[in-house]
């Protein structure tokens, strides 16, 4: 399997490409869901002057026309459509959390899931995307699958399912591969990769190794 950590490499440098419009054929320089100039919305405010999270939403917005492309998606396209406008009004609820930011980071990497896991053309179309996944990692001690779906942004983002429950991580800094790191109100977790060794702890547990498998 080709290690996320060496995909991620070629993405980011295919990305900075994009965006720079230095490379021959370089695509426009995408923008965000909304016009910053007119921003009104807490969040979309907090978004315009937060270079990660404008990554995320020019990301999820390129995910989501995809989808809207996609006949065979599931939910169909209409649906797509009317789930993206509550979600819309979800993130928008961050502004109230205590921590917006991190509110909203768990917002977009719950929604590219989403949009990624239902649509063919979302996962597969556009070489200088900044998602990867759902991925699937079967860990020792633990029944289900991971479902693991990143984001290319700085620094990056990784969102796990399994069974009921999720969480979102975010990478730190680590001489030895790459590694994810986080927390909520049962206690730490962490998801680290390096090559074709993956470990995976949750609160309550030791380190899980993992073995990637295939989706479907």
């Known amino acids: 399997m080709k290690t996320v950590t060496a995909l991620f490499t070629c993405l980011l440098a295919a990305s900075v490409c994009a965006a720079m419009s230095t490379c021959a054929n370089a695509s426009p320089v995408l923008q965000t869901s909304f016009d910053c100039a007119t921003a009104r919305a807490s969040v979309e405010k907090l978004i315009c002057r937060d270079?990660?999270?404008?990554?995320m939403d020019i990301e999820l917005t390129r995910l989501y026309r995809l989808a809207l492309t996609d006949d065979h998606s599931v939910p169909r396209p209409d649906k797509v459509m009317i789930d993206q406008q509550f979600w819309?009004?979800?993130?928008?609820?961050?502004?109230?959390?205590?921590?917006?930011?991190?509110?909203?980071?768990?917002?977009?990497?719950?929604?590219?899931?989403?949009?990624?896991?239902?649509?063919a053309i979302a996962r597969?179309?556009?070489?200088?995307?900044?998602?990867?996944?759902?991925?699937?990692?079967?860990?020792?001690?633990l029944?289900?699958?991971?479902?693991?779906?990143?984001?290319?942004t700085q620094p990056g983002v990784v969102y796990l399912k399994w069974a009921n429950s999720s969480i979102t991580l975010s990478q730190v800094q680590n001489d030895l591969g790459t590694q994810y790191t986080g927390k909520d109100s049962q206690g730490s977790y962490s998801f680290w990769q390096d090559g074709n060794v993956v470990l995976f702890q949750k609160p309550g547990s030791g380190e899980m190794?993992?073995?990637a498998e295939p989706i479907g």
Do not use: V, W
């Open 51 to 55: 270079p990660q999270l404008m990554q």
């Open 209 to 211: 190794s993992c073995t």
């Open 88 to 119: 819309i009004e979800a993130r928008n609820q961050c502004a109230s959390e205590p921590a917006p930011k991190a509110c909203a980071i768990r917002s977009y990497a719950e929604r590219a899931h989403q949009l990624r896991q239902g649509s």
């Open 143 to 152: 029944n289900a699958l991971i479902a693991a779906t990143f984001f290319n």
């Open 124 to 141: 597969t179309k556009d070489p200088d995307r900044l998602t990867e996944g759902p991925l699937a990692f079967r860990c020792t001690g």
